[in-house]
């Protein structure tokens, strides 16, 4: 492999990325009554554009203001006031040379309802994760079974989440189907025990997933991206493979790799763990039975580890690291030997404390 690899500059659609390093999606959880992120946050993406990002994610944006929020104080893209606020920040992260993506979010069951400003909880199924909500001590409230009204309702939420993106300026819309949220709520038969078209058969519980992509990429302009994020594990009930096997999860792959996406980025918890009980990692399983670009992401945190996983991947994502250290980039660059962080220092996210 190309020493250079990581600083060389990637086409992506018609898009130029300076190299293969992205911001992931982070939650700040910054934006209460307005939607709006606070200002330190909004900055802090533009800082890390300026430290040398390649893409710059947003937090997880809200896709509704009915049953989508799943945490306390979370952004949304749905009025003017918010396209607003986010149109001088992604000018500022452009103007760095980098590109500016909204990830756009729908909770399901891995809800609170009382953040939410309809207070209903809806998933395909009526079950609820397991375990308790951490942030509450409580358990996840049973969701309502979502009606085809629903359904329909849910997507539009998607539609005019993506145009408000667009009017922003973004230059590009992730639709998050990971982390055991209501898109990967649909596609795992452990949480989706329909007996309509939506459940049973991996193209049905595809079938959600597809129509939101479908939906969506009529708003999103030719020369904008569309990427899907997927995982096979979740926030809630952290143990458990949300895809049974390999095929299954691969034929998820081949189904969206039909579907109008610009690129496929895959979450881990750790990028090299083997998966499905073989000698593969999450983004060689994918990289199988796609030709679509893919992203990877899980403890990625040096120089070392972000060359090792391009071997399966074209584009890398940090989090933890870059989220700890607004230098991140530049000292990868440089080789330096950097820490490997643990989830609880992540927790200061989700505090006024402005990072820089
Ligand atoms: C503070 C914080 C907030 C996060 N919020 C999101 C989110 O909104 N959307 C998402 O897809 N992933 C989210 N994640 C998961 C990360 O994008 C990433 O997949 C995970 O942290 C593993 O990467 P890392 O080892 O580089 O931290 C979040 C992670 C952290 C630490």
Avoid at 229 to 246: C, H, P, Q, Y
Avoid at 328 to 351: C, F
């Amino acid at each position: 492999m190309d020493k250079n690899i990581l600083f060389s500059s990637w086409q992506l659609k018609n898009l130029k990325l300076k190299n293969r390093i992205g911001v992931a999606p982070m939650t700040r959880m910054s934006s209460p009554g307005d939607s709006i992120p606070r200002q330190d946050v909004l900055d802090f993406l533009v800082r890390r554009a300026k430290n040398g990002a390649g893409i710059v994610y947003t937090e997880g944006i809200v896709s509704d203001y009915e049953s989508a929020q799943g945490y306390p104080g979370q952004a949304r893209i749905l009025t003017e006031r918010q396209i607003d606020a986010w149109q001088p920040v992604v000018k500022s992260i452009q103007n760095e040379g980098s590109i500016a993506i909204m990830q756009m979010f729908h909770c399901g069951r891995i809800a609170w309802p009382e953040v939410n400003p309809a207070n209903r909880v809806i998933a395909p199924s009526p079950i609820a994760p397991k375990q308790d909500n951490p942030l509450t001590g409580a358990p996840y409230p049973v969701p309502d079974t979502m009606s085809l009204f629903d359904i329909e309702h849910v997507i539009q939420g998607f539609v005019e989440t993506a145009k408000g993106a667009i009017a922003a300026g973004f230059d590009g819309v992730e639709i998050h189907g990971a982390h055991g949220y209501l898109i990967n709520q649909f596609l795992s038969s452990y949480s989706n025990q329909r007996t309509d078209g939506y459940g049973g058969s991996v193209e049905n519980r595809y079938r959600f997933t597809h129509k939101i992509i479908k939906a969506v990429s009529k708003v999103i302009p030719e020369d904008h991206l569309l990427t899907f994020r997927i995982s096979n594990w979740g926030v809630a009930d952290m143990e458990v493979s949300l895809f049974d096997t390999k095929k299954e999860y691969q034929e998820i792959i081949k189904l969206l790799s039909n579907d109008p996406l610009d690129a496929i980025s895959v979450s881990t918890y750790e990028y090299h763990a083997k998966a499905f009980g073989t000698e593969q990692n999450m983004a060689r399983i994918t990289r199988e039975v796609t030709k679509l670009p893919i992203m990877i992401c899980g403890k990625i945190y040096d120089r070392t580890s972000a060359e090792d996983a391009l071997r399966d991947a074209d584009i890398v994502l940090s989090a933890k690291s870059i989220l700890l250290n607004p230098d991140w980039v530049e000292d990868v660059r440089e080789g330096k030997m950097l820490p490997l962080h643990k989830s609880e220092e992540a927790n200061i996210a989700y505090t006024d404390k402005p990072l820089q």
